[in-house]
């Protein structure tokens, strides 16, 4: 249970399944079908073996374990640096990525002085939170570390500095993706706009988006902040962490702040977040001043011990057990996937597209959203939205409940679990995502012996039950118009 602690709502069980919002539960499932990472996926054996043998030290701590519980947290912090961070580099844990918005928020306003615009990159394709927390505000019902809060309401503390908003497109009207050029063009033209009314600008730069999409690009984000030193920050939205910890790690060089979260591409479970802060940064954050009304999202032991006495100890909650549990699971799979060479990942995740797409170009009934792929760079596409018929929103939320169901018109049936419909304009997709256990596993086998296709047998077995079981789903919709 303590894994589905510390955080709102959305990751709360319900009683009767034993389930969260997005359907995983707090122990491995048998015999399911995840290909739902773009979402939430359950965790991993690998992963419950890492967070139990925490929960077991901690329990095992002395009475007084706050020295045990710091080390605990710093121990996690060290080892997200070691894996995407650049020496120098600071981590602070946060619940979710919603909560690292509220996390940049608070570094950008401590580094500019002037009134704050944020600039958020394709908002609808990131979080229905988003844009509440990208302005300070309540962005839900219930916080994390506090129960009940005003949604919509602006953090206490903050009530007196607002902070506009703003977004810059990546799609068109009608769905279709905007040119990298286009978007890369508008990026400069907003901060200009924001500069020129006297505001400082916290300009995102989105690596992925829940259709595995993004920008504008990180060249582009270098030149806005070059020409605007003490003016601009950067923040990459890196929450999916589809792109190379190479990536990460130059994003930190080039003083960018970069959010991450251990709960999509890594599969750990839901609410895991970083917020990481470049070295050019840390002597900025001796002005730290976070808001009071932050306590909701933030606990003392998030955040690193040179800056917890910036966080008023009677009000901020010392730990959130939860979120080091979740993040010991999504820890145990980003070391073990980075300790595979790139190109096996590689290989992995193009035999894992090949398969996917054949399955969609098998079907005339799906198609995929985007045909190219956008985000860091290079490599095979991780994220896959595909729509069914007309991609009418009814019909896509329809099946993606069935696809979760272990029974369908009567007939017991695999349970599949696939990323939550996405609507872009006026059609609903679901995604099809593949994720670092997948890899993990698979190469694992390839380097005891076998081949890709044989290593690969059990996940394309699972793909083809998958589109199996929404072909049936539609044969049964159109039987019932």
Same mark, same amino acid.
């Given at each position: 249970m303590?894994?589905?602690?510390?955080?709102?709502?959305?990751?709360?069980?319900?009683?009767?399944?034993?389930? /969260?919002?997005?359907?995983?539960?707090?122990?491995p499932?048998?015999?399911?079908?995840?290909?739902?990472?773009s979402?939430?996926?359950?965790?991993?054996?690998?992963?419950?073996?890492?967070?139990?043998?925490?929960?077991?030290?901690?329990?095992?701590?002395?009475?007084?374990?706050?020295?045990?519980?710091?080390?605990?947290? +710093?121990?996690?912090?060290?080892?997200?640096?070691?894996?995407?961070?650049?020496?120098?580099?600071?981590?602070?844990?946060?619940?979710?990525?919603?909560?690292?918005?509220?996390?940049?928020?608070?570094? #950008?306003?401590?580094?500019l002085?002037?009134?704050?615009?944020?600039?958020?990159?394709a908002? @609808?394709?990131?979080?229905?939170g988003?844009?509440?927390?990208?302005?300070?505000?309540?962005?839900?019902?219930?916080?994390?570390?506090?129960?009940?809060?005003? @949604?919509?309401?602006?953090?206490?503390?903050?009530?007196?500095?607002?902070?506009?908003?703003?977004?810059?497109?990546?799609?068109?009207?009608?769905?279709?993706l905007?040119?990298? +050029?286009?978007?890369?063009?508008?990026?400069?033209?907003?901060?200009?706009?924001?500069?020129?009314?006297?505001?400082?600008?916290?300009?995102?730069?989105?690596?992925?988006?829940?259709?595995?999409?993004?920008?504008?690009?990180?060249?582009?984000?270098?030149?806005?902040? @070059?020409?605007?030193?003490?003016?601009?920050?950067?923040?990459?939205?890196?929450?999916?962490?589809?792109?190379?910890?190479?990536?990460?790690k130059?994003?930190?060089?080039?003083?960018?702040?970069?959010?991450?979260?251990?709960?999509?591409?890594? #599969?750990?479970?839901?609410?895991s977040? #970083?917020?990481?802060?470049?070295?050019?940064?840390? #002597?900025?954050?001796?002005?730290?001043?976070?808001?009071?009304?932050?306590?909701?999202?933030?606990?003392?032991?998030?955040?690193?011990?040179?800056?917890?006495?910036?966080?008023?100890?009677g009000?901020?909650?010392?730990?959130?057990?939860?979120?080091?549990?979740?993040?010991?699971?999504?820890?145990?799979?980003?070391?073990? $996937?980075?300790a595979?060479?790139?190109?096996?990942?590689?290989?992995?995740?193009?035999?894992?597209?090949?398969?996917?797409?054949?399955?969609?170009?098998?079907?005339?009934?799906?198609?995929?959203?985007?045909r190219?792929?956008?985000?860091?760079?290079?490599?095979?596409?991780?994220?896959?939205?595909?729509v069914?018929?007309?991609?009418?929103?009814?019909?896509?939320?329809?099946? $993606?409940?069935a696809?979760?169901?272990?029974?369908?018109?009567?007939?017991?049936?695999?349970?599949? /679990?696939?990323?939550?419909?996405?609507?872009?304009? /006026?059609?609903?997709?679901?995604?099809?995502?593949?994720?670092?256990?997948?890899?993990? +596993?698979?190469?694992?086998?390839?380097?005891?012996?076998?081949?890709?296709?044989r290593?690969?047998?059990?996940?394309?077995?699972?793909?083809?039950?998958?589109?199996? @079981?929404?072909?049936?789903?539609?044969?049964?919709?159109?039987?019932?118009?």
């Amino acid at each position: 249970m303590f894994l589905a602690s510390g955080g709102d709502e959305r990751i709360w069980l319900d009683p009767l399944t034993g389930r /969260n919002r997005y359907g995983t539960p707090i122990a491995p499932p048998e015999d399911e079908a995840w290909f739902s990472s773009s979402t939430a996926t359950a965790i991993s054996a690998r992963g419950y073996a890492a967070a139990s043998c925490a929960f077991d030290n901690w329990i095992g701590l002395p009475a007084d374990g706050r020295i045990g519980a710091s080390a605990w947290f +710093d121990s996690l912090r060290a080892r997200i640096v070691a894996c995407f961070g650049v020496e120098g580099t600071q981590a602070v844990l946060c619940a979710s990525g919603t909560e690292a918005e509220i996390l940049a928020l608070t570094i #950008a306003k401590t580094m500019l002085p002037r009134p704050l615009r944020n600039i958020v990159v394709a908002p @609808k394709e990131t979080g229905s939170g988003v844009m509440a927390a990208a302005a300070g505000r309540h962005f839900n019902s219930n916080a994390a570390l506090q129960g009940s809060v005003a @949604k919509g309401e602006m953090l206490a503390g903050w009530e007196n500095t607002p902070v506009k908003t703003a977004s810059l497109e990546i799609r068109n009207i009608s769905g279709l993706l905007r040119s990298k +050029d286009d978007v890369d063009r508008d990026a400069p033209t907003c901060v200009e706009g924001a500069l020129r009314a006297g505001d400082d600008v916290l300009l995102h730069v989105l690596d992925a988006s829940k259709t595995g999409q993004g920008g504008p690009s990180r060249e582009t984000a270098r030149d806005i902040a @070059k020409a605007n030193p003490g003016r601009v920050v950067v923040v990459v939205d890196a929450c999916q962490l589809r792109c190379s910890f190479a990536a990460i790690k130059a994003d930190l060089e080039a003083g960018f702040l970069v959010m991450i979260t251990g709960s999509k591409f890594a #599969a750990g479970p839901p609410f895991s977040g #970083a917020l990481l802060i470049p070295p050019q940064h840390v #002597a900025a954050l001796s002005r730290l001043r976070a808001p009071p009304g932050f306590a909701a999202y933030s606990a003392r032991f998030d955040w690193p011990p040179f800056l917890r006495a910036k966080l008023q100890a009677g009000l901020f909650a010392p730990i959130n057990l939860g979120l080091a549990l979740r993040w010991e699971a999504a820890l145990a799979e980003i070391e073990a $996937y980075a300790a595979i060479e790139p190109a096996r990942r590689e290989q992995v995740a193009s035999a894992f597209s090949e398969l996917v797409i054949q399955c969609i170009d098998a079907r005339p009934h799906l198609r995929s959203l985007d045909r190219r792929s956008a985000g860091a760079g290079a490599g095979a596409p991780t994220i896959f939205p595909i729509v069914t018929e007309q991609g009418e929103t009814e019909q896509a939320l329809a099946i $993606y409940r069935a696809l979760k169901e272990n029974v369908v018109a009567g007939t017991p049936s695999h349970i599949c /679990n696939v990323g939550q419909p996405v609507v872009i304009a /006026n059609h609903s997709a679901l995604r099809i995502c593949i994720s670092m256990p997948i890899i993990i +596993d698979t190469a694992a086998k390839i380097d005891a012996g076998a081949d890709l296709d044989r290593a690969m047998r059990r996940i394309q077995a699972d793909l083809e039950t998958v589109f199996e @079981k929404w072909d049936r789903l539609i044969g049964t919709s159109r039987r019932r118009v």
